[in-house]
């Protein structure tokens, strides 16, 4: 699943850290999820989406082989 959280987070000038902190997770779930080592829960995909003034589905993209078995 590819993600544009680190474009849409420097566009708000947040570090991994103040992102973390301002959904209540870790700044390594943030950084897992930037480098696509993590799939948020959705819940988790909806407070980034919140925090950084974007809809969900732009903030996240599936990629074709998410379509795959």
């Known amino acids: ?3 544009n959280i680190k474009v849409e987070r420097a566009r708000h000038g ?3 850290t103040a992102l973390a ?3 209540g997770v870790t700044r390594q779930t943030i950084y897992a ?3 696509k080592r993590f799939i948020p829960s959705t ?3 909806f407070k980034l989406a919140s ?4 809809e969900v589905d732009e903030l996240f993209e599936l990629e074709e082989s998410d379509w795959e078995e």
């Open 1 to 3: 699943m590819n993600n």
């Open 14 to 16: 947040l570090s991994q």
């Open 21 to 23: 902190e301002k959904v």
């Open 33 to 35: 999820i930037e480098t």
């Open 43 to 45: 819940a988790l995909a």
């Open 51 to 54: 925090v950084l003034e974007i």
